[in-house]
T-cell receptor, first 111, second 113 residues
Framework: QKEVEQNSGPLSVPEGAIASLNCTYS??????FFWYRQYSGKSPELIMS????GDKEDGRFTAQLNKASQYVSLLIRDSQPSDSATYLC???????????FGTGTRLTIIP | EAGVAQSPRYKIIEKRQSVAFWCNPI?????LYWYQQILGQGPKLLIQ????????DSQLPKDRFSAERLKGVDSTLKIQPAKLEDSAVYLC???????????FGPGTRLTVT
């Protein structure tokens, strides 16, 4: 079982709709969770971090964490063509202090 | 605030040659990371420094890869000799400390022919 799993996609969403990206992780000791956006040919850019169960909102982005079920998700409201990118989920394990990345989900927003 | 700087941005070498990459982290960031990202995959951690000490280098192929951060600021990653499978993007990231958010530099795209 992979430590961090994401559906590789591609995920196609109409412009203006909600895009929902999911990530599951295997280690119950995981403490910190991050979402990065990576445009083609560019480096990952941090967009959200979440540390406790529940929702965290930042503009059009909402991160959701459920430690009991070991998943973290990212919702993008009012999706724009500029949101088309690969979204990487990263998990930090307490005591390990390194990030483990998923393979990413490629999101395409259709105008 | 200036971001993470890396150079060069692109490098093409022949197999068995050597290459070096340089990284300057965000000012004040104690932790520095080197990642390898192969097309279609997530970044894979090669080595992690806290100030000038190595925290984790378990996935660094030590027979050909080396890295240093002598004064706890800039870092250099070297590959000698390079293999075809080393073709990838090499990303440097920094964070204020262990377990905090990481910020990535623009990366170096290495092609080994």
């Amino acid at each position: 079982q992979k430590e961090v799993e994401q559906n590789s996609g591609p995920l196609s969403v109409p412009e203006g709709a909600i895009a929902s990206l999911n990530c599951t992780y295997s280690d119950r000791g995981s403490q910190s969770f991050f979402w990065y956006r990576q445009y083609s040919g560019k480096s990952p850019e941090l967009i959200m971090s979440i540390y406790s169960n529940g929702d965290k909102e930042d503009g059009r982005f909402t991160a959701q964490l459920n430690k009991a079920s070991q998943y973290v998700s990212l919702l993008i409201r009012d999706s724009q063509p500029s949101d088309s990118a690969t979204y990487l989920c990263a998990v930090n394990i307490l005591g390990n202090e390194k990030l483990t990345f998923g393979t990413g989900t490629r999101l395409t927003i259709i105008p | 605030e200036a971001g993470v700087a890396q150079s060069p941005r692109y490098k093409i070498i022949e197999k068995r040659q050597s290459v070096a990459f340089w990284c300057n982290p965000i000012s004040g960031h104690a932790t520095l990371y080197w990642y390898q990202q192969i097309l279609g995959q997530g970044p894979k951690l090669l080595i992690q420094f806290q100030n000038n000490g190595v925290v984790d280098d378990s996935q660094l192929p030590k027979d050909r890869f080396s890295a240093e951060r002598l004064k706890g600021v800039d870092s250099t990653l070297k590959i000698q000799p390079a293999k075809l499978e080393d073709s990838a993007v090499y990303l440097c990231a920094s964070s204020p400390g262990l377990g905090y958010e990481q910020y990535f530099g623009p990366g170096t795209r290495l092609t080994v022919t």
